[in-house]
Every structure is written in structure tokens, then in C-alpha cells.
């Protein structure tokens, strides 16, 4: 196929079926249901699906859809903080047109959508080396991975804890939406950066399409949730539990039983959810480090910080050591942006013009790659200035540590 041939496009809804056609053949049969109720849920959003289309057929006939990704809203929660992002996958091309550049022009183009829809953080949990090219950086720690053993699977529902009360654990069900909700957001309380609105809808309509190959379950107790789990079939038939929570270990417990029984050649799990799950995890088997992270793009830096000023006041208030009044500039290399310290706030973020000397001692200096790093709190401004070169403290490093501390993330994106 000559490359005049191969049109990239935005997706739309008469697309559907030949993009599910892509993802099995690609990605595998797995992932047809998560793609399916992804489609469903957000191809007439604007730029959120795009593809390349291979128009060497005869005239007349239908062009045929060779390379496929999507952009799909993601929006996190930084502390207090409600920040809209959206996080790149489904990215597939057929093996026959492999090499002509085809995800590359579509993530892009997908990133430009996001950045008129406003989203202000992009995630990618794919190869970070490719990322790069389109302004990524690797900003997050992966959480470890777990493999669980196979425990017990007799007398899970309606089993009993010590104290005598009784738990089942069952499927959830979309009457459960409203009290998930308000479980998971309170259980992922615990986390300085965790998911924002979690997709429920989405997850049920995967769980539907997909029974044999995606689950939700619930543990309650009394009418009253105690726990819950997701996870997914994979390729390889290993079930890959994404984040758990337990409010005891007895929860923990029958939630790893109830796993256990679905069929599947092992068990996978995110060293994620609140704690107990997490201590449950630790207990079974040692914490295995993931190869690579979560890689983020920041279109906007000023947008970013503007929006982010409620978190900042609070960790200026919390300062053992009052800030002076002063304009912090934060250099970015080829643009800076000023930040106004005034009685103890930030009054204002705005862009500033790069100064002739972008790494001065009176500024902080940051390359914008290493700019959602920072932001994110993958290390800490202090750690980061320590381990990256072109991140640079200048004379201002109490400030940049008081504004930009090491945080606490939840997974952001599944195993």
C-alpha cells in the first residue's frame, strides 16, 4: 500500500465493527469486550478514536481499517484536586502494514484532539521510548505485582469472619453503582494521586460482554459493602486482578478464594487497593516490580499549576517554615512560568518568557519531560533534582520541595 493510500481518520460510529475486527486480530480475543464497551462509550466523543485507512481497494469498495488507537477519558484526582486527563491505548496495526509510521501518526494526532478537549494530563502505560517522541515522560512508579497462589474456594458465599456476621461475595450488580462509588472513592482516600470517576458503566458492560473473561465482584455484609475486586482474562489465560479492597483480612481472604475459582492458569495482582488488601497481598508472595510505569504528557504546564493552586496553598500552609512574598520562576527551557507566592498562596501561575540563561541559579529549571515527573511526585522535587540532570533546584529548594512533594500514587492505569 503506497503511503498516499494510507489516510489516518477520526473514527466513527459505521467504524465499529472493523476496529473490533483489529483489536482481535492484534491484540488478542481478550480484549474485544473492553474495546467493544469502550467503543460504545466513547466514539462520538470528538478525537477519541482515530485510524488509518487502506483505500488501494477497488472503487466503490468499503476502504478497509488497518491501524487503530484510542484517547480515552481518564480523569485522576491530585489530593483535592479534579484534573481531566485521558490515557492512550488500543494502539494496533495490522502485522501487514507494521513499519509505515501508522501508530505514530495517530497517537499524535489523538494528543492534539485531547489538548482541544481540554484534557490536561495524557497518560501511557506503553513503551516509554516511543512515547517520547510525542512529548511523554516516564512520571510514575508502576505499582508491584503479585502472584497469587491458589487458596481454598470452598464455602465462599455466605462464609462467616470471626466476629460471627456474615459475608457474601457475589457479582456486582449495576444497583451497586452508587454504593461502589462512594466505597471505592473512600477506600482510595489513602492515596495522594488516585482514579477520578471510575468508568462503572464501562466495567459493566465489559463484565457483560465478556462473562467468561472479566469480572467485578463484591463482599458485604449485613447490606453493607466490605469489599470489592475487579479483573480480566488475559491471552494466556491468567487472571489479572487489577485494584482490590477489604475492610478485614477475613474479606481479603474470601475475595482471593472468590478468585481463585474462576478458571485460569494463575492469578496476577496489582500491588494496589487500600490497605489491608495490600497487607493481604504482601503475606502471600513477594512484591515483584513491573518493567516500566506510567508515562504522562503535560500540554498545558500553566493550566496544570493554575488548577492545581488549591493543593498548593495547603502544602504552603502545612509549611514548617513560613514562604516569603516573591515570583518563583520555573524555567522549562524554551518557556517558563511564573508562580506567585503572596501571604502564603499562590495568587497566580503564568507563562513567562524563557530567560537567556535557562538554567540561571535564581531560577528552578525543569525539562519539560521531566515536568510531569515532578508534578506527579514521582520522587519528590529534592530526589528528582538529585537524580536528573535537567532538573535543577537553583537557590530555591525549600520552596520546590514544599511545592512538590513525593506522592503516594494509586494505579492509574490496569495490569
Known amino acids: ?26 491484540l488478542g480475543r481478550h480484549e474485544v469486550p473492553s474495546a467493544r464497551a469502550w467503543l460504545r462509550q466513547t466514539l462520538e466523543i470528538p478525537g477519541s478514536w482515530r485510524v488509518v485507512r487502506d483505500r488501494s481497494a477497488s472503487p466503490g469498495a ?17 489530593g483535592s484536586v479534579a484534573i481531566p486527563a485521558a490515557r492512550v491505548d488500543f494502539v494496533a496495526t495490522r502485522a501487514s ?7 505514530s501518526s495517530l497517537v499524535r494526532e489523538l494528543v492534539a484532539d485531547s489538548d482541544r478537549r481540554g484534557d490536561v494530563v495524557q497518560l501511557s502505560d506503553g513503551l516509554p521510548y516511543f512515547y517520547r517522541q510525542f512529548g511523554f515522560g516516564y512520571a510514575l512508579e508502576a505499582p508491584g505485582m503479585v502472584v497469587l497462589p491458589r487458596v ?30 462512594r466505597y471505592v472513592a473512600k477506600s482510595s482516600s489513602g492515596y495522594d494521586i488516585a482514579p477520578g470517576e471510575s468508568p462503572w458503566d464501562t466495567w459493566f458492560e465489559i463484565s457483560s460482554f465478556g462473562p467468561g473473561t472479566d469480572h467485578l465482584l463484591v463482599a458485604e455484609s449485613d447490606g453493607v459493602l466490605v469489599g470489592f475486586t475487579r479483573a480480566h482474562l488475559d491471552s494466556d489465560d491468567v487472571l489479572r486482578v487489577q485494584a482490590s479492597y477489604a475492610d478485614t ?10 478468585l481463585s475459582g474462576v478458571g485460569s492458569a494463575g492469578l496476577l495482582a ?5 490497605a489491608v488488601w495490600r497487607d493481604h497481598l504482601a503475606a502471600q508472595a513477594p512484591v515483584m516490580a513491573l518493567p516500566f510505569g506510567v508515562s ?71 525539562a519539560p519531560d521531566w ?38 500514587a494509586h494505579a492509574l492505569v490496569d495490569l
Open 1 to 26: 500500500m503506497s503511503e498516499r493510500l494510507a489516510v489516518t481518520d477520526e473514527a466513527c460510529v459505521d467504524d465499529a465493527d472493523q476496529i473490533i475486527d483489529v483489536v482481535e486480530d492484534v
Open 62 to 78: 468499503v476502504p478497509s481499517i488497518v491501524s487503530i488507537a484510542a484517547c480515552l477519558p481518564t480523569p485522576i484526582r491530585l
Open 97 to 103: 502494514h507494521r513499519g509505515r509510521g501508522h501508530a
Open 152 to 181: 481454598a474456594t470452598a464455602n465462599v458465599l455466605g462464609d462467616s469472619c470471626a466476629e460471627g456476621a456474615s459475608i457474601t461475595v457475589r457479582p456486582a450488580a449495576t444497583t451497586d453503582i452508587a454504593r461502589l462509588d
Open 249 to 258: 483480612s477475613e474479606v481479603a481472604r474470601l475475595l482471593h478464594a472468590a
Open 270 to 274: 496489582l500491588h494496589c487497593g487500600n
Open 296 to 366: 504522562a504528557r503535560v500540554p498545558n504546564p500553566v493550566g496544570l499549576l493554575r488548577l492545581l493552586r488549591p493543593e498548593f496553598d495547603r502544602r504552603l500552609d502545612s509549611a514548617s517554615v513560613p514562604e516569603p512574598d516573591r515570583n518563583l520562576r520555573l524555567s522549562l527551557f524554551t518557556s517558563a512560568i511564573i508562580l506567585e507566592i503572596r501571604a502564603g498562596m499562590i495568587a497566580d501561575a503564568r507563562a513567562a518568557s524563557p530567560s537567556d540563561d535557562a538554567a540561571s541559579p535564581e531560577d528552578v529549571a525543569i
Open 371 to 408: 515536568f510531569p515527573a515532578l508534578v506527579l511526585g514521582r520522587w519528590g522535587a529534592e530526589e528528582q533534582t538529585r537524580r536528573v540532570d535537567d532538573a535543577i533546584a537553583g537557590a530555591h529548594s525549600t520552596t520546590l520541595n514544599t511545592l512538590f512533594p513525593a506522592l503516594n
